[in-house]
């Protein structure tokens, strides 16, 4: 059975507005929607968030609206600046598996068992396979996570 969003999906419609392939749950701040932009941003922090609460399972911080995870707070802003900041200005993808990477590159090199969550509807699929993180250290993570990013982009192109 294949696990729900295996990619999560921005493009960037003719008006410069941005969708998404999944709903925005939490809000730090009530006023400050998601978004993916070019400099570091609230808007940009909450996007992580929200990347972040859909691949981790646990739910013990009240944000202004909705509910995810403190390990989703604490690290908002570092994935933010390593895989959205270089995001492509278009369409991007961003492949689960990279995310979980990600994470576990920072929390010591494992995601315990239980933290994925399966709980999120399944969204479209495009198939870009990210290698098993192995021994790679958190630069060789990043990279690969942008460079999912980027392939992604050109595929859609």
């Not at 991007?92 to 068992?113: C, F, L, N, Q, Y």
């Not at 699929?125 to 060789?140: H, K």
């Amino acid at each position: 059975m294949p696990r729900p969003h295996q990619e999560f999906r921005c493009r960037i419609d003719r008006a410069g507005r941005q969708h998404f392939n999944f709903a925005q749950r939490v809000w730090l701040y009530r006023s400050v929607p998601m978004a993916c932009t070019r400099t570091p941003s609230t808007a940009m922090v909450t996007l992580a968030v929200n990347l972040l609460t859909m691949v981790l399972a646990e739910r013990d911080y009240r944000a202004a609206v909705g509910t995810t995870c403190r390990r989703a707070v604490t690290l908002a802003s570092k994935f933010a600046e390593d895989c959205l900041l270089t995001a492509p200005d278009g369409s991007w993808v961003m492949p689960r598996d990279a995310i979980e990477a990600w994470i576990r590159s920072r929390t010591g090199g494992h995601v315990s068992p239980g933290t994925v969550s399966r709980r999120e509807p399944a969204g479209q699929r495009l198939r870009i396979r990210q290698p098993p993180v192995g021994r790679r250290g958190p630069a060789r993570v990043r990279a690969a996570a942008q460079l999912a990013i980027r392939a992604a982009s050109v595929m859609e192109g």
